[in-house]
Each structure stands twice: as C-alpha cells, then as structure tokens.
C-alpha cells in the first residue's frame, strides 16, 4: 500500500533540497525501470500499477494513486524511489564533457543521453548548474544516467588541476570539422545565453566553433554537444 | 490600446485550427521581434510594454495585459501578431530535410533552428507533425522560422516524385561517418518513437546510421538531426 507520509516523501523529491536531505530521486516510467534495473543503483522502493515479472519486491497501486505520485502529467505504470549515489571521485585520466551553467533540464538530460551514446561518461557540471537527479533530467536521460558519472564542481579549479588537453565551444575559434579531438581531452561549453565565462577561457587550450551559415545566431546548447560528441566519437574510433 | 476582441483572437491562436481560420500566429520576445523585423513576414500588430525605437507600429501595454495575451509563463516585453506567409511551392531541386510524424514542438522548432545554421533552408514534414506556427515551435527557433520554407505534405508521394538521392536515419546501415551526403539530397528521419515507416523505407536510396556506444538506446530527434546536418555541410563546404 501507498502511504500518506510516502505520498508527501515522493512529491517532496521533486525539489533538490529534499533530494539531498533524503539521498532519493525518482525513476519513472517502464523504460526508464527497466534500464534501472540492469544499472548498479539501489532501489529503495517500487510501486506499480501493472503485474510485473521480475523478482523485485513492488507494491501495486492504482491509477489514481500513480497520479497522486507522479512528477509528469501522463504518468507511465512504474514509479521507482532510487538512492542518489555515493560520489567517486573525478578521474583526470578520462575523457569529460564540462558544462558550464548549463540551466535548462532539458537540455541537461539530453546531453548525458548523446554523451552516453558517443562513449563519454564522465561528465562535469559547474555548481550553478540544474541538478541531474531532478524528474525532468532523469526522464530525459531516457536511462544513459545510470551509465553516467556525473560532478558538480568548482571548473576553474577542475580545469588548473587537469593535465588533459581542453577544448571548448566558442562562436569564434578553429573549425571543429578540422580538430582532431584526442581521445583524452576535456570538451567544454558554456551556457546557450551567457557562452564560456572569461574565467574558464583563460583556461582552455583549444578555442573551436562550429562552421556554418552565419545568419543564424547560435545552435542549442545540446545540439551543440551533440556535435562536439559525434566528431569526438569520430576522430578516436 | 488592447481590446478584449484582441485578447479573445490573440489566445485562441494558441490552436491551430484558429491559426488557419485567421491565417495569423503569434511571435514573441524582444529577440525574437528583432529577427521578424529583418524578415519578409508581414507583420499584422504589435504589442510592446517597453517604448520601440525602430519606426513600426506598435500598441504600448502594461506587463499586466501582456502576461493576458502572452502564451509564455515569463512574457518577455513584446508580441506580434503575425501573417502565415502563403505557401510557395516545394522546390524539388533544392536539399531538404524530411521529417515524419515528428510531434515534439521544441524538437521541430531545434531542428529548424539547427537546418538554417548549416544551410538547409526547405524542411518537409508529414501531415501528422506537429504545426511549425505553434508558440512553441516559433519562439525555439530563435529566429530561424523566418528564414525556412516548411512544407507539410505527403511524403511518400514527394519522395517518388523526387529526382534527388535520398538519405534516410535508421538504427541500422551505412554509418554516417563515412557517407558522403550530396549536395543535392533528401534527408529523412523519422519519429523518436517508431523510426522511418516501412512506407518511406522503401522509398529511400540509402539507410544511414549515427555509429556510436551500443549501450545507449537510440539519440534524441533533434540531436541526431543535427549531427545529419554538420555531417552535411562538411560534406558540401
């Protein structure tokens, strides 16, 4: 059965304060149950409007009760309460994609979806950014999040500390189509509105745009990254 | 001065059935305006709560009456009341970017913007997508609605009576890295949720696949059509 003080546990975990305080996030959705259940991360609780097969223990609820619950206005069968995971440690030695106050959970989610997808699973975010564990990253994750380390940090310190070449998004710099990212770099990028901050710039080697037509004022911030990955991915197969 | 009949038409263009009925939609934001303004769209009325220094028109409101009409939960200073242009013919000898049943209003309104940053100015949609004059599809954009001919139409018939070599994104095929899209070419993809019909399957010249980690399940939409793009204004520089 569904309690009184879960229902109000489970929508208080929406906010990022009370994420924190519990170490809980929430897994929704049967894709996003099922690629957590071949993940490492250690479910706490399940609940589920459907039969299901596999041997972990649920408790079955009703339609209604789901939509008590849920974080999403199309609510989908599974709701699973999930441990944050203990943070490792960054490893300097690996390949990341650094975001700079990257806002948007959108965006976030889809960035460790295609990271994922181009093998980059280190990914470090600046401490202003949207936290990954929020309803709408995870959802967008669509599950590359259980294959992610991801950091929140201090990236001017991170990218001093670095021995690894480090190449970031600017609207001016070499032509992506023509770099060669090396196999053990940092890939950077700043904010879609506010670009890389003076700070960081100081700190990267290789300034890199992406050519094209010039009337457009920008490409998204996931675009963007999507971009950056794909010729990563090319250039160390 | 805004009058009620103005609200009353200026929310019912949120649908898009109004939107045909009125042959009009709504652009919003200072940014937003200022790339209207450098387009060839004909501008219907605009609404602003802050004094315009350029030489249009424009109704001064107070933020209150803006928050009434703005279809955005941060209304941001200006909306416009604009015309549909009327429909020119597709050019079938122009590269296009072909999207089927694509249903997400920011992905389209991503894909538009990212089609115009790498030259693709002709995006051909299936009947079912969703509408490119929706406010959301327009304001993620950023602009690029401006500068873009979309057409919405059967794709099978296009696609037979298209003479360009056509490029479809399948899970499975040739891997894009190593395809050389031509200049003059058709780039298909279909929905995030069911892939390419077997209808337009069979229609296509060249099954193409974005090559990456195994473990991810598939990219986003808007990010793979974007990788299609980079890939193939390298192709075509």
Redesign the interface.
């Known amino acids: 059965m569904l309690t009184n003080n879960e229902i109000k546990l489970i929508n208080s975990l929406q906010r990022k304060k009370e994420r924190q305080k519990n170490g809980l996030f929430l897994v929704e959705g049967v894709k996003m149950y099922e690629e957590l259940i071949k993940s490492n991360f250690r479910i706490r609780k399940v609940f589920s409007t459907i039969e299901m097969s596999d041997t972990a223990e649920y408790t079955l609820i009703t339609d209604s009760q789901l939509s008590k619950i849920s974080q999403f206005s199309t609510p989908n069968q599974v709701l699973a309460l999930v441990e944050i995971p203990n943070q490792t440690v960054i490893d300097f030695n690996q390949p990341s994609l650094i975001l700079e106050d990257v806002n948007n959970p ?1 965006n976030l989610g ?1 960035i460790i ?2 990271a ?4 980059i699973n280190q990914i470090i975010c600046s401490n202003n950014s949207t936290d990954c564990f929020s309803p709408k990253v995870v959802s ?1 994750t ?3 999040i259980f ?1 992610t380390n991801i950091f929140y940090t201090d990236l001017a310190k991170f990218l001093t500390e670095s021995q690894l070449p480090s190449y970031g998004a600017f609207l001016e710099g070499q032509h992506l ?1 023509k770099t060669n990212l090396q196999k053990k770099c940092n890939i950077i990028l700043g904010s879609e509105s506010h670009g890389i901050s003076k700070t960081l710039e100081n700190l990267i080697d290789y300034k890199v745009t ?4 010039t ?6 911030l ?2 963007a990254a ?2 950056f990955c ?1 010729q990563y ?2 250039n160390n ?1």
């Open positions: 959108g889809t979806r295609t994922d997808w181009f093998g967008s669509m599950g590359s294959r189509q992406i050519e094209g037509n009337k457009a004022e920008s490409l998204n996931s675009i999507g971009i794909f991915f090319q197969r």
